[in-house]
Each structure stands twice: as C-alpha cells, then as structure tokens.
C-alpha cells in the first residue's frame, strides 16, 4: 500500500479472520477504503456486514489478519498496543452506542476526562469543555450528571468527549441506535457541523440509511466485504 498524507485513513485489502471452535470465521474479507481531512463517512450494513470490525481496525482497537491500514499516513497494522493506545489518546475520539458516560461525573466532568487523562492544567481544561459543550449547544446542562439527560443528550456529551482533545479522527460505532427518529437526526446533523466546520473527519459505522442524506461518502458493507470501492 503507498502511504499517503492526503488521506485520513486508507486500508488495503483488509482481512480479519477469527478462530471460534476450530473453525475460521471472516469478519472482514479484503476491504479497501479511504477518506480525506473533513469528510463524514459512513459504513452500512447489517449486523454482521463487518463495518465495526473495521472500524475498531481503523482505531487501533484491533489488528487486521491480512491487509494494510494507513492512519495519518502511518501504517498502523503492526503497531504494539502501547503505540495504539497513544495514538487513539491523542489524535482519535470514539462515540459508542451506549455513550458510555461515567453515571457519577456531571456532564463536564465526563467531557474534562481525557484532559485529565493527558494531565492538561486545569484552566485549559476549563476552556476547552466549555468550547466543547457550546459546540454540542448542553453549556447549560454542564452540571448534569447522564440520568438527568435525555438519550439525546447523553451522546452530545459523548461527542463533546470525544472532541476534546482535539482529534483529527472520530470514529462513532452505531451513535444513533438507542435514539429516536428526531434524536438520531439531530446526532448527524452535529457530526455533519463538526465535520465541516471543525475540519474532523468522521467516520460513523451505522445501518440507518437515513445517513446518507448527511455524509460526503458512504461505503455498502455485507459479508465482511466492502460492495462500492471509491
């Protein structure tokens, strides 16, 4: 695969295989992919299709069988899980299904968790919450803690989250799933701004074919494969 920085991230031929009782099982068979700085992808597909196996191989989360898979232009196929962990720290925000928020944190407490993580002072930490929780519109639900929020705006403050540290990356695993029709909406909307205006790319793992009215590309996954190369 030629590495380049013109992309976020590209993946070659992509192949993650599982041993389950003796047997192999695909979860991914040779995808290939990429996207630019700024851009809101989508993969969608049905449960089962691959699109959370390969985005967990995007983040570092895991390792591809076969294939290669370029991060800001680094190869990050064989990375250690020490050099994966310091990328997705410092360069990739995640937002999961569940928004995995911590119950007993305020909603600014849960956002200020990762500077707190990178042991940023705390009137820079002060500063960006705060400009995290303005772009996501919950600066007056700060004090909140998750059971106070609606569903829709426990995942605006795991997007906060996700931003704080300034990725370059956010990848979001089925955002929208536990949400209402106009919740949902409102979720790709906010990625939709945040894309464009913040310049993160974003990539979201979804089978809501409601996406495509907001993303600049979406990839068709089944079987592990990827059915429509750009």
């Avoid at 992309?7 to 068979?29: C, M, N, P, T, W």
């Avoid at 997705?88 to 995995?100: D, P, T, Y």
Wanted: glycine share 8%.
């Amino acid at each position: 695969m030629t590495e380049t920085t013109d992309y976020i991230a590209q993946g070659s031929e992509i192949a993650r295989v599982y041993k389950v009782d003796h047997r192999e099982v695909f979860a991914l068979r040779g995808a290939n992919f990429w996207c630019r700085p700024g851009e809101f992808v989508a993969l969608m597909g049905r449960s089962g299709s691959g699109k959370t196996t390969l985005l967990n191989i995007i983040g570092g989360l895991d390792h591809p069988t076969a294939g290669h898979i370029a991060v800001f232009g680094k190869d990050i196929s064989q990375y250690s899980d020490h050099e994966a962990t310091a990328l997705r720290r410092r360069h990739i925000g995640f937002v999961f299904q569940s928004f995995a928020l911590m119950p007993t944190m305020s909603a600014f407490e849960n956002v200020e968790l990762p500077l707190r993580m990178l042991d940023v002072g705390h009137r820079e930490r002060v500063k960006r919450v705060n400009e995290c929780l303005e772009v996501v519109k919950l600066i007056r639900w700060a004090k909140h803690r998750p059971q106070e929020l609606s569903g829709g705006q426990q995942q605006r403050v795991a997007i906060a989250r996700a931003l704080v540290n300034r990725p370059k990356l956010i990848l979001a695993d089925e955002p929208t799933g536990e949400l209402d029709s106009v919740a949902g909406r409102g979720i790709m909307t906010l990625f939709r701004a945040i894309a464009s205006q913040e310049q993160v790319t974003i990539i979201m793992a979804t089978h809501d074919p409601t996406v495509e009215e907001y993303v600049d590309y979406t990839y068709r996954m089944a079987d592990g494969r990827v059915l429509n190369e750009r």
